[in-house]
C-alpha cells in the first residue's frame, strides 16, 4: 500500500450555509403535518422535528501550501450554528499550526471543549465537516481518490471499485404512488429500498406487505422505524419483519436505551441496525460489549471520516459489520460517505438519499454517477466533487 503524506497547516476556514427548493421529505405523507413554522414542520407520528427546505452548511479549507477542499456535515437543522462554530472559534484554534494526520487535528479539538461536555452536538459537527474538508484536500494534493489513502484503516487490501445502493424511502404521497416509483427505480437496477414507519406497528406491517406484493422483484426491504416503538412493538416488529425477510430494523426505540437494545438483540426476528446517533468512538465501548445491535450505521457527516474509521474498527472487532448512514446532505457529504463505503466490508447496499442527489447538480460537479443500481468509485482526487461558487452564491442564506 501507498504512503500518503497527511500532514497539514490550515491557512483558512469559510463556510456557507445554503438552503435548496424541496423539503427533505419531498411530498411523502404531506398532508401530515402537525405543526410548522417558516423554517421547520413537525409530521404525525414523529417528535424529530425537520426544515422546509433542504438546509446544509459547506465548508472550504486552504492548506498553508494553497491546497483546498471541501468538507458538509449532516446538519439539517441550524447550518449557521455550525458555521459560527468553525469559523469564530475552530479557525482561530487551529489555524497556523502543524498537523500530522487529520486524526491529531481531531483529537486537538475534542480535548480543547471535552471538559465542557462538548462530545456531541455541533461542536462535534463542526469537527465532522472540518474533516471531512482535510481529506478532499489531502486526497487533492495526493492526486488521489479519498478511498485510497484511508483504506489502510479497513479491512479491505483495495477499496471497493462497485457500490449498489438502496433508496433511502419511497417518497411519494400515496401507497399506489409509492408502488409506481419503486417499479421505477426497479427499472434502474436498484435492488433495494428503505420505508419508513410513524410509531404505527400495524400500519407499518401493512404497508410493506403491499409493497412486496406490489414491487415483486425488488430484493431486499429495510425498516426504520425513527425510534417511536414503545411497549411490546420492538418485540412485536422485530419478530414480525423478520418474518418478512427484512434485511434489518433501523433505529427501533430510543438511542439512549442501551438496555432496551440489549434485551432485543437477544430476540428473534429481524437484525437491529443503529449508528446515526454516535458523535465520537468514546461513545461506542459500552454498546459493543455486550453486543447491542447487529449492523453499524455511522454517520460520516456526524463523525466525519477520520472517527467513522475507528468506530468502524471497533465495530469490526466485536464482529458487527458496517453500512453508512446517508443523512440530509448534498454532493460533498453523500461523496465522503461513498468514499468511506468504498472501504467497507461489503455486505449490506449503500444508503442512497435520491431527491438530495439529483438536486445537487444544480451547484456541483460529481464524478459520483448513479447508473445500474449504484455507483462506481471515480478516479477524480479528493471526495470527487467540484463546488461551483458562483453558482453557489444562488443558493447562500444571508447572514
Known amino acids: 500500500m501507498a504512503n500518503f503524506d497527511t500532514s497539514f497547516q490550515i491557512e483558512s476556514i469559510q463556510t456557507f450555509h445554503i438552503a435548496l427548493e424541496g423539503a427533505y421529505w419531498e411530498d411523502y405523507r404531506r ?39 471541501w468538507g458538509e456535515a449532516n ?16 479557525q482561530p484554534m487551529a489555524k497556523g499550526r502543524e498537523f500530522g494526520h487529520p486524526g491529531d487535528l481531531n483529537e486537538y479539538l475534542y480535548l480543547a471543549q471535552r471538559g465542557r461536555g462538548y462530545f456531541s452536538g455541533f461542536w462535534q459537527d463542526a469537527l465532522a465537516g472540518l474533516d471531512i474538508a482535510i481529506w478532499d484536500a489531502l486526497g487533492r494534493r495526493a492526486g488521489v481518490p479519498v478511498a485510497e489513502m484511508i483504506v489502510n484503516d479497513s479491512s479491505l487490501a483495495t477499496p471497493r471499485k462497485e ?62 422505524t ?9 418485540a ?10 427484512v434485511r434489518f430494523l433501523e433505529c427501533p426505540i430510543n438511542p439512549e436505551d442501551l438496555e432496551g437494545h440489549r434485551k432485543l438483540m437477544g430476540l428473534p426476528g429481524a437484525p437491529i441496525a443503529i449508528g446515526e446517533h454516535f458523535r465520537t468512538s468514546r461513545q461506542l465501548p459500552e454498546w459493543l460489549s455486550p453486543r447491542s445491535f447487529d449492523v453499524f450505521q455511522p454517520d460520516i457527516g456526524r463523525t466525519g471520516i477520520t472517527d467513522g474509521l475507528k468506530q468502524m474498527a471497533m465495530a469490526r472487532a466485536a ?17 465522503a460517505t461513498l468514499q468511506f463505503s468504498a472501504v467497507c466490508e461489503p455486505t449490506h447496499l449503500q444508503e442512497l438519499q435520491a431527491g438530495h442527489y439529483e438536486k445537487t447538480q444544480a451547484l456541483t460537479d460529481s464524478a459520483w454517477v448513479y447508473r445500474d443500481g449504484g455507483f462506481t468509485l471515480p478516479d477524480r482526487p479528493g471526495l470527487g466533487v467540484e463546488v461551483d461558487e458562483d453558482a453557489l452564491q444562488d443558493f447562500l442564506v444571508k447572514k
Open 31 to 69: 398532508d401530515e403535518v402537525v405543526s410548522a413554522t417558516e423554517r421547520f414542520e413537525f409530521k404525525a407520528g414523529w417528535p424529530t422535528v425537520y426544515a422546509l427546505s433542504i438546509e446544509t452548511a459547506l465548508v472550504k479549507i486552504k492548506f498553508s501550501d494553497g491546497t483546498t477542499g
Open 75 to 90: 446538519v439539517p437543522i441550524g447550518p449557521e450554528v455550525f458555521c459560527l462554530v468553525l469559523e469564530n472559534l475552530v
Open 163 to 224: 457500490l449498489p445502493v438502496y433508496l433511502s424511502g419511497i417518497r411519494s404521497a400515496t401507497l399506489p404512488e409509492r408502488i409506481d416509483r419503486a417499479n421505477n427505480w426497479l427499472d434502474t437496477g436498484l435492488q433495494g429500498a428503505k420505508i419508513f414507519l410513524t410509531g404505527d406497528l400495524d400500519s407499518g406491517l401493512t404497508e410493506l406487505a403491499a409493497l412486496q406484493k406490489g414491487v415483486p422483484g425488488m430484493d431486499q426491504w429495510m425498516v426504520d
Open 226 to 234: 425513527l425510534w417511536t416503538l414503545e411497549g411490546d412493538d420492538p
Open 236 to 245: 412485536r416488529g422485530k419478530r414480525e419483519f423478520g418474518d418478512m425477510g
Open 319 to 335: 464482529g458487527i459489520p458496517t453500512t453508512p448512514h446517508m443523512g440530509n446532505g448534498v454532493a460533498v457529504f453523500q461523496a
